[in-house]
Each structure stands twice: as structure tokens, then as C-alpha cells.
């Protein structure tokens, strides 16, 4: 029609996308357009549905309904081949590399240049490589190994295959998440190059810094919902904040008084050398305390050292205001600190084991004696935390690898209460699994709390953390950058200190 | 649990229509004597498969057992020869602390320097025949250099059996005690079956993973000098390539190699088969090499049936199918 103008309009055009999983709906009638030359910021807290658009974009997942449009033509992507096909490539978070194959191997693995004999054509494939490297301004050997490569010059590559199928829309998904200031910088205007080359860019990020460095457009999501966009240069980080968080919290947490105890833990001074520094705070009884930040921000870090699996090179734990040294993951669970994981697939239960001797794992001393389990009282303290948490399990005899999702959680739960701890870290108790499941979790550590119980809860949802903590700490880069509570508790709050945005 | 069970059920049964399988063409091989020697000439086999059932419990393997069998089995050799009123307790003593300390050695590998299983005992396998012959020269302690008393214990007749039989029966009862009803027992499953989760839960994967390979080298250790003595020889090539039939009467005795899965009872019944196997199978005038042919093909198809009954089916999201279950 008016193919005059179309340079004008957008490369990539995304109308009322709709994806559903089981029990939530991830994107819910959403728009998104990718503009040649453009930047474009997608923006959005976790769980807003950024990742899942990404999966739609590169093939990955199939939406359930809406168009997608290239140009004027509506297109589908059944396959993450045909996404490519179509000029699409994401360069994800971790780079999906092969550190033994060469530079020019590793960028056109899969569509390498052939001979007429259908060998590959290593000549071509080099000289096409370096083409596309010195497009960029990468100064690197195609023929290099690609193992004897920094990080950053490694994310170079990862661009570079992208662009060797000719993509026409770059999808950047966190990119400057591992990389040093220098690198991001050299990233930058890396960016500004493929601008310049007529490529529509959606860039995924976290940081207000960098999104007002390089971005031309936003686009906000919030809940899996499209909330707004626009041009950055019409709109403030602050009111961009105000948009990500929106005003809504749908969610319905536990309604809880608060009994704050005595102290039960003290930590002053933790350093560690490349983790974390300076981590002061203390923690009630009955209190749920929430730490809050960007993912990458030293939370998971410094718990791991809490619980003795990392070593600190300085800090003092007090537990009852009695100095405690915690050298291993034992002597934690000894002195009544228990870390629940983020991962419970791989970190929690012991699939192939049964229920109660999951349930007994961390207790073996009290059920015990010289070494010698007591079956009897073993089997009574699985029976009597299983029945606490509701577990519901033709016998105990099951290994729990047979049980549900759910219910290896309570499992877990459970292995951790029958310690009898006085201090519980959960981390991202409620990540990946589905509202009901959450809400259940929630009460749950509600529970606790009110049973004396002092709960740490690392997490990156700020409803959560809004909804359960008492007060929040919130950590940014390795370091507190906050502590609220009360009438300071609101998401523009947190989202700034993690973000590190000065006051608006 | 019940799946467990079964397979030791069905391992049972595979034994039992074996062995009445070699009765039609070899009647007297069911004769209890014969059974009863079968049994004892399987029960180095039924020690080590122990052993080695704990290692690989724990995600690793020890393949340098039948070496350390054999530097042990020398070592006692040369000292009744050296000293031939050498009690034979001391003899057991000193057998079974040096297999121990063997295991030790490559259990201190595994657990501080973190090199994987398979490298550290290739690579003692090697050593320890390698000591064999720095100490003996390459020369055979034989039969006539050996003392009587040290040669008798093992052939030692108590109620019926000899004390080779007794021993493995007795030690399969203690390993059994340990494996279920003991932490340290508990402590190699949960290392094998998700050493993350292990980790939190308090364990040291590495200290585990080091107390296994010190069970396997001890139990190594008193085979060394039964085997020796039973056999009344020790030469540095003794028990060439058993550790292959140990950990093949593990796998087929239901011991998953990814760890975490099997029981003693698997263990003891994996080395029976293969016993029966290998001392059926000359009876009936099978030629050595479709013995190994058999006892390969018995591998195979056991891992074959162990990854079958370990594969998952599915989520049950079916209502119907919840309620079946």
C-alpha cells in the first residue's frame, strides 16, 4: 500500500499476543513494535512477562492468540528456525557458546557457508566472519579459539551470530548483566553501530541508567499486561518507575499482627572479597524480614555464607547475642539456621529417598544414637511434620521423587522444621510456581512467624515482599543500600534503591 | 520402595530358573554340596560387590579394587613368609587395615583435590600393581612357602561351611545393619541420590564419598588375603580385571551408576548371578568365550530392565489417573 512510508513504520509489530500457561496467564493482550534504527526498552518487574514474549519472538514458545507482523505481513514462528528465518535473534543472559570451536565455528554453526561438494567452506566461513567482526569493530581472529577469549569479547561473537543470519531485529535480553563498566560501555556503542545499520533493537533490562543511555522507546509490562509506551525522551525515571509498578497488587497476603520477639540474630561487618561487604542487621523473633534487590545483587551470596557454605573473610553471627561461629552448612543447622534454596529441584529433596528419611535428613542427631538411627522415633517425627504441613501420601515408604511438585516442597518444608530452627531463610520461596501454590506458601510462612519463628525472605517480586515482610532491607551491587519499613515500604521506594536512582 | 523390592524379586527369580534351567542338562549342579560351593566361590565376589555398591551409591567408582586385592594378598604373603608364626588374626588385622588405607588413599583424592572417581582409581589400579611388583620382585609367593595355619582359615569348615561363606554371609548382615539403620548408612544415599541437597542438609559429600572408598578398599583388603591364601598363591597379576565382574555384579544387582539407588541385597544377589553364570556355564560345556559373550549380554539386559523401571512416566494431571493411583 503505502510502501513509500514503510521505512517509517515498525520492522517488528507485535497486536493483542495472548499466552496462557496452566493457572496463569503469562501475556495478556499485549503490543510491542520494533522500530528500524531504534532502540527499544522493554521494561517491566519480574514476572511481568518479558521472558515469555522473548520465547514468542525467537520461536520458542507459540502465543495462543494475536499476530504477529514483519513489515505488512502477518507471520508465525513454529520453530526457532523460522523465527531466524525471518531476520529475528536474541542474544540471551548466559551466551549459549562452544568454547572449543573456533570464532568464525562458532558464528555459523548450523548455516556455515558449503562447497559444492556440501563440505563446509572454512575459507568462506573465515572471511565472512571477519567481515561481520570488523562490522562491529571487534577486533578479534576469526580463527581463534574461542575458549582464550575474555567474556566480553566472547558477548562480541554472540552478536556476531547474530547477525550472520542477517537479522533485521536484535533481541538483547540483559546483556550487560556479567559484564564490567568498561565492557557495557564498549557494548554501548556497539548498539550505536547496529543502530546505525538500520536494525530495530528491543533491549531488556533492569537498569535505568543504561535505558536512558541507549534507548529511543520504551514499553512497559506489568502482570503480563500492556501498560504504555511511548518515547524515553517525553518521559522521567520516576515516572517510569511509577508505570513498572503500577498501583495495583491484586495479590492477597496474609493478614498478619506482628509479635516482634526478642533478637535472635545479630550479623555485623560480613565482608567477603568479591561477593558482598558490609552487611549489617539484626532479626526478631516472630519477624519476617525481606531482602530485596535486582537479581545479581549479592542476597543469595551472602545467605550462602550465612549458612557456612561460602566463608566470609570477616563478619561476626550472634545467635541469642551469643557469639556463633559458622564454618559449614552442619554447625548452621546446629545452631538453628536453616536456608531453604531457590532451586529446590536440584537443591532440595533427595528424589530416590523416601519420604521420612527426606523428612529426617537434617535431624539424624535427634533421631539417633551412636550412629545408630532409631527407626521408631524417626518414623514418629516424619509422621508428626508431614501431618503439620499436610502432606498427603499413600505412605511414607514413597520416594519422593514420585510425589507432586507441591508436595516435594512440603517435603522439603518439613525436613526443615523437624530441625527445630529459630531462624529460616527462604530463598524465592515462591518462585516459578503458581498463585494458589504461592498463597499457600504465604500463609504458610505467616504461620511461622507467629510461631516464634524468625523468617528471612529473599525476594525479587515486590508484591511479595511488600505483602509478607515486616521490614525490608534492600541490596544493591554486593551492599545494603536500604532499610525500611512502615509507611517507607512502597514500591517506588525499593525499586529506586535497587536500581540506584536518586530521589526524584 | 516397592520397586526396589521387586527387582531384588525378580533378580531372585532369575537365579532360580537359572540354576533349574542347568539342572535339566546337569542334574547334580543343584546338589546343596555344589550350591554350597558355588556360593563359596562367589563370596569374594559378593565382598568387593558390597564395597563397590557403597562407592557407586555415592556417584563414584573404584576401579582399582582387584589391584588392591592383589598388593594386600602380597603383602600378607610375604609376611607369613617372613614370619610364619604370624597369627592369623594379626594377618586379617593387617590385611584389612592396609586394603582400608589403600581406599583411603583414593578417597583422600577424590574428596581434597576433587578429581574425578574414574581418573584416581585408573590411575591407582596402575600403582598399586606397580608396588606389587617393587616389593615382590615379580617373583610368586607359592604354596610350599606358605604356612599351613595361613593357608587353612579360609577352608576352615564351621557348621557346615566354610569361613569364606561365613565371612561374606556375616559382613553382607553388618553391611546390611550399617547401609539402613546407620547416618553414616543414610548419608550415602542422600550424597548420591542429590548432593546439592545434601550440602544443606549438613552432609560433606566429600567426607561420605571418602568413607566409601574406605569401605570398599578395606573389604578389598580381607579379600586380598582370603583370596591369597584360598588359593595358596600370590603373583602380581592375581585377580587381572575382577574389578569389571565387581562392579558388573553391582549393575546388575539394580545399583544405579548415576548413584543414589540400590541396596545390599542387590548387591549380594548381582554377584550371585553372576557366580552361577560363571561356574554353570563350564559344567555345561560352554565354551569360555560364549561365557563372556553370556555374561556381557546379562549386563546389558540388566541395565536395559534398570533404566526402564527408572524412567519416569509422566505427571499424573489426569483426575482419573490420580485416582488409580
Given amino acids: 500500500m503505502q510502501s513509500l512510508h514503510q521505512s517509517d513504520g515498525p520492522a517488528l509489530r507485535l497486536d493483542r499476543i495472548t499466552k496462557t500457561f496452566p493457572g496463569v496467564k503469562a501475556l495478556d493482550n499485549v503490543q510491542l513494535g520494533l522500530y528500524p534504527g531504534q532502540v527499544t526498552a522493554l521494561v517491566g518487574e519480574n514476572g511481568a512477562g518479558k521472558s515469555t514474549l522473548v520465547k514468542i519472538l525467537t520461536g520458542i514458545y507459540q502465543p495462543d492468540g494475536g499476530a504477529i507482523y514483519v513489515g505488512d505481513t502477518e507471520v508465525n514462528f513454529p520453530t526457532a528456525q523460522d523465527a531466524a528465518a525471518h531476520g529475528i535473534t536474541a542474544i540471551h543472559q548466559e551466551t549459549v557458546l562452544f568454547d572449543d570451536l573456533t570464532v568464525a565455528e562458532n558464528i555459523f554453526l548450523g548455516h556455515a557457508p558449503k562447497t559444492k561438494w556440501g563440505l563446509i567452506d572454512t575459507r568462506t566461513q573465515t572471511r565472512k566472519a571477519a567481515e561481520i567482526l570488523r562490522g562491529i569493530g571487534a577486533e578479534i581472529d576469526p580463527q581463534a579459539r574461542l575458549r582464550d577469549l575474555g567474556i566480553a569479547s566472547k558477548h562480541l561473537v554472540a552478536i556476531s551470530r547474530a547477525l550472520s543470519i542477517d537479522a533485521q531485529v536484535v533481541i538483547m535480553d540483559e546483556p550487560t548483566a556479567s559484564l564490567s563498566h568498561k565492557e557495557i560501555h564498549e557494548l554501548y556503542e556497539l548498539v550505536d553501530k547496529l543502530k546505525a545499520q538500520g536494525k530495530a533493537i528491543l533491549f531488556i533490562s533492569h537498569k535505568f541508567d543504561e535505558i536512558f543511555r541507549i534507548a529511543d522507546r520504551y514499553t512497559v509490562f506489568r502482570d503480563g499486561q500492556f501498560v504504555a509506551d511511548g518515547l524515553i525522551s517525553e518521559i522521567s525515571e520516576g515516572e517510569l518507575v511509577q508505570m513498572m509498578v503500577g498501583r495495583s497488587v491484586d495479590q492477597v497476603f496474609p493478614k498478619r499482627e506482628p509479635l516482634l520477639g526478642t533478637e535472635v540474630l545479630q550479623v555485623v561487618g560480613y565482608d567477603h572479597p568479591t561477593e558482598f561487604e558490609g552487611i549489617n542487621f539484626t532479626l526478631h523473633r516472630g519477624e519476617i524480614l525481606g531482602f530485596y534487590g535486582l537479581v545479581g545483587a549479592g542476597r543469595s551470596e551472602f545467605m550462602q555464607s550465612l549458612f557456612g557454605i561460602t566463608k566470609p573473610s570477616k563478619g561476626v553471627t550472634k545467635i541469642d547475642e551469643q557469639i556463633t561461629v559458622i564454618r559449614s552448612p552442619a554447625a548452621a543447622v546446629e545452631a538453628g539456621i536453616v536456608y531453604v534454596p531457590e532451586d529446590r529441584g536440584l537443591q532440595g529433596a533427595i528424589r530416590p529417598m523416601p519420604i521420612f528419611q527426606n523428612v529426617s535428613l537434617a535431624s539424624l542427631k535427634r533421631t539417633s544414637k551412636d550412629g545408630f538411627i532409631r527407626l521408631a522415633e524417626e518414623f514418629a517425627l516424619a509422621r508428626e511434620y508431614t501431618q503439620r504441613l499436610d502432606l498427603r501420601a499413600a505412605s511414607l515408604d514413597t520416594p519422593v521423587g514420585n510425589l507432586s511438585g507441591g508436595n516435594q516442597q512440603k517435603v522439603v518444608i518439613a525436613k526443615w522444621l523437624a530441625t527445630k530452627p529459630k531462624v529460616i531463610i527462604l530463598d524465592e520461596p515462591t518462585k516459578g510456581i503458581d498463585i494458589g501454590s504461592k498463597a499457600a506458601v504465604h500463609d504458610f510462612m505467616a504461620e511461622l ?26 541490596m544493591r551491587e554486593g551492599k545494603i543500600v536500604a532499610e525500611v519499613s512502615g509507611d517507607d515500604m512502597t514500591p517506588e521506594t525499593l525499586v529506586r534503591h535497587a536500581a540506584g536512582i536518586a530521589e526524584a | 520402595m516397592s520397586i526396589l523390592k521387586s527387582r531384588e524379586m525378580i533378580l531372585t527369580g532369575a537365579i532360580v530358573v537359572l540354576v533349574i534351567l542347568i539342572a535339566t542338562r546337569f542334574p547334580a549342579f543343584v546338589a546343596p554340596s555344589n550350591l554350597a560351593a558355588v556360593f563359596n566361590d562367589t563370596s569374594p565376589l559378593i565382598l568387593l560387590a558390597i564395597g563397590q555398591m557403597i562407592v557407586i551409591l555415592t556417584k563414584c567408582i573404584d576401579l582399582s579394587v582387584a589391584a588392591n586385592l592383589a598388593l ?24 584389612i587395615a592396609l586394603g582400608a588405607l589403600l581406599g583411603m588413599f583414593n578417597g583422600v583424592l577424590v574428596w581434597k583435590l576433587d578429581i574425578p572417581p574414574i581418573v584416581v582409581t585408573l590411575g591407582t589400579m596402575t600403582i598399586y600393581r606397580g608396588i606389587i611388583f617393587l616389593i615382590s620382585d615379580g617373583k610368586w609367593v607359592n604354596s610350599h612357602e606358605m604356612s599351613g595355619a595361613f593357608k587353612a582359615f579360609p577352608r576352615a569348615v564351621l557348621l557346615g561351611l566354610p569361613m569364606l561363606s561365613w565371612i561374606a554371609i556375616i559382613l553382607t548382615i553388618v553391611f546390611f545393619v550399617i547401609m539402613t539403620r546407620t547416618t553414616l548408612g543414610r548419608a550415602f544415599y542422600a550424597v548420591g541420590g542429590n548432593p546439592h541437597a545434601a ?13 566409601a572408598f574406605t569401605f570398599s578398599g578395606a573389604l578389598a583388603g580381607l579379600v586380598g588375603y582370603l583370596w591369597v591364601s584360598r588359593y595358596a598363591v600370590a603373583y602380581v597379576d592375581i585377580a587381572l580385571g575382577f574389578e569389571l565382574d565387581v562392579v558388573a555384579a553391582c549393575v546388575i544387582g539394580g545399583i544405579a551408576i548415576s548413584g543414589g539407588i ?26 569360555p568365550f560364549w561365557q563372556m559373550a553370556i555374561s556381557g549380554s546379562a549386563i546389558i539386559i540388566a541395565i536395559a530392565v534398570n533404566t526402564r523401571a527408572g524412567r519416569t512416566k509422566g505427571r499424573i494431571i489426569l483426575k482419573k489417573a490420580e485416582a488409580a493411583q
Fill in chain 1, 449 to 474: 512467624a507467629a510461631q516464634g519463628l524468625a523468617v528471612i525472605m529473599v525476594s525479587s517480586e515486590i508484591p511479595e515482599v511488600l505483602g509478607m515482610s515486616d521490614r525490608v532491607i534492600v
Fill in chain 2, 262 to 287: 540400590g541396596s545390599i541385597g542387590g548387591a549380594v544377589l548381582g554377584a550371585l548371578f553372576l557366580g552361577v553364570i560363571k561356574n554353570a556355564l563350564p559344567v555345561i560345556n560352554v565354551s
Fill in chain 2, 199 to 211: 550440602v544443606y542438609t549438613g552432609i560433606d559429600v566429600g567426607k561420605t564419598q571418602f568413607w
Fill in chain 2, 72 to 95: 594386600t594378598g602380597m603383602v600378607c604373603a610375604m609376611i607369613n613368609v617372613a614370619a610364619p608364626g604370624t597369627p592369623v588374626v594379626v594377618i586379617l588385622i593387617v590385611a
